[in-house]
């Protein structure tokens, strides 16, 4: 692996794998560097928890048990999704113990998938069940990147100021990274998938982030992402706020001036208030 190579790697990335040369990245590459993600995380919680080693010790063991059972039993995409849910629960749990970023991701996949099935969604943009199938697994991997986004930033309580907010828009980039890298330790073809999860962050007027690509340039994907995720995001509850509304989620994006596609938001906005009203009566 050249240096050139390495220095686009996330930095958790970077540092599990400073020490290998070589040019293929094999599967156990893969499952180590997730594992030291969660070493990492559980150290974290442990350190906040002032209980040194018990929660290593008991999460440890039940992760050790997941990884064992995903890699025993699953191959392909199934274990990419297994290792990415489980780098996501890492960060989760380093976040604090009853974090949620696994808890967004599955909403964002949910609101995503609710979009698909949109009959007038369907006939507009050509979403067959293919399609629909592969953004619902594009959201709910989204916001793997943010694994190699310091804990500091993203559990920071105030505005981030402006060089945190440089390393936050990389988040997107680090999830191309991340499932280029799983793709290729699992031989899977995710090029369609991995282009949704990069453009998530992006605007159809240009504005948005990392490559700051407009309009037909954003894979359906992405646009739809864009929408899930900001909804899920308005109307979830975080340290820094309280939750909106649904209808005040909708009324602040439809006010946002060229960032969504504007017939998907309106198309949208139906399903979207059906899908928060399952997954709330889901919790209740
Ligand atoms: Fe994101």
Known sequence: MDDEYMNQLPIVLQRVL???????????????SSWAMIAKGMQFVDS??????????EMGTFLKKLIDKSYASKTGLASIVDMAKMGVMLKDTSLNPTGHILTHNKNVAFYAESICASEKIKTAYYVTEKISNRIKLAALLHDIGKIGIPDYILNKPDMLNLSEWNIMEQHPLYSETILNLMSQAFNVDMELLIMEVGSHHERCDGKGYPKKIAEQNIPLGGKIIAVADCFAGLTEKRVYKEPKTPQQAIEI???????FD??????AITPLLKAYEKLRKNIA
């Open 262 to 267: 504007e017939y998907m938001l309106q198309q």
């Open 253 to 259: 994006m439809r006010a946002d001036e060229g960032h």
């Open 48 to 57: 906040k928890l002032n209980m040194p080693g018990e929660y290593v010790k």
């Open 18 to 32: 400073q020490d290998k040369k070589e040019e293929v990245i094999s599967v156990e590459d893969v499952i180590r």
